[in-house]
T-cell receptor
Framework: DQQVKQNSPSLSVQEGRISILNCDYT??????FLWYKKYPAEGPTFLIS?????DKNEDGRFTVFLNKSAKHLSLHIVPSQPGDSAVYFCAASANLNRDGLTFGKGTHLIIQP | DAGVTQSPTHLIKTRGQQVTLRCSPK?????VSWYQQALGQGPQFIFQ???????QRGNFPDRFSGHQFPNYSSELNVNALLLGDSALYLC??????????????FGAGSRLTVL
């Protein structure tokens, strides 16, 4: 029973274009969502987050959108750069400090020159 | 400023053996969580320690146990190893009770192979 789903195992985008990574969740108790980026042989690195009271959060080239009614969030990266090539994990939390993060399986983003 | 450090980075065990993995949290962090990441999967929550007590636990059997020390470092112990325990074990730290407590800082992980 996957509560956080990333249905695209991989995504290839041309350098300079927009990358859009999608994530769906089933647990309506989730109230905080995060995106992590992972390079090979490194631990996941926090990228950006959003609380359920918001529908958008922006940080430089990265924007996360949350659609609570659809239980869907997306990460937009614009413009995409070669260093953005990594595995991106969507994660969700139901309660501050009370539950561990629930992760999706990840999407491998490949930025082509 | 050192981040989360884990040891060992790689280890190989045989079925039935026991293993201990170690983690030092990021400076200033007091809460440690452990995650298991199997090949092709996302990290899965094992448990969380704060003030030397297990605060939350994911869906893992009692073979998985842990400990937190007064200096906030932590150990993950796995007994009676199974082939399915082969995975990357990630340690993450944060500060309990703060607005950013859900933003975990991860270590690079310990790669366990069970033969």
């Amino acid at each position: 029973d996957q509560q956080v789903k990333q249905n695209s195992p991989s995504l290839s985008v041309q350098e300079g274009r927009i990358s859009i990574l999608n994530c769906d969740y089933t647990n309506s108790m989730f109230d905080y969502f995060l995106w992590y980026k992972k390079y090979p042989a490194e631990g996941p690195t926090f990228l950006i987050s959003i609380s359920s009271i918001k529908d958008k959060n922006e940080d430089g080239r990265f924007t996360v959108f949350l659609n609570k009614s659809a239980k869907h969030l997306s990460l937009h990266i614009v413009p995409s750069q070669p260093g953005d090539s990594a595995v991106y994990f969507c994660a969700a939390s139901a309660n501050l400090n009370r539950d561990g993060l629930t992760f999706g399986k990840g999407t491998h983003l490949i930025i082509q020159p | 400023d050192a981040g989360v450090t884990q040891s060992p980075t790689h280890l190989i065990k045989t079925r039935g053996q026991q293993v201990t993995l170690r983690c030092s949290p990021k400076s200033g962090h007091d809460t440690v969580s452990w995650y298991q990441q199997a090949l092709g999967q996302g990290p899965q929550f094992i448990f969380q320690y704060y003030e030397e007590e297990e605060r939350q636990r994911g869906n893992f059997p009692d073979r998985f146990s842990g400990h937190q020390f007064p200096n906030y470092s932590s150990e993950l112990n796995v007994n009676a190893l199974l082939l399915g325990d082969s995975a990357l074990y990630l340690c993450a730290s944060t500060v309990w009770g703060t607005a950013g407590a859900n933003v975990l800082t991860f270590g690079a992980g310990s790669r366990l192979t069970v033969l």
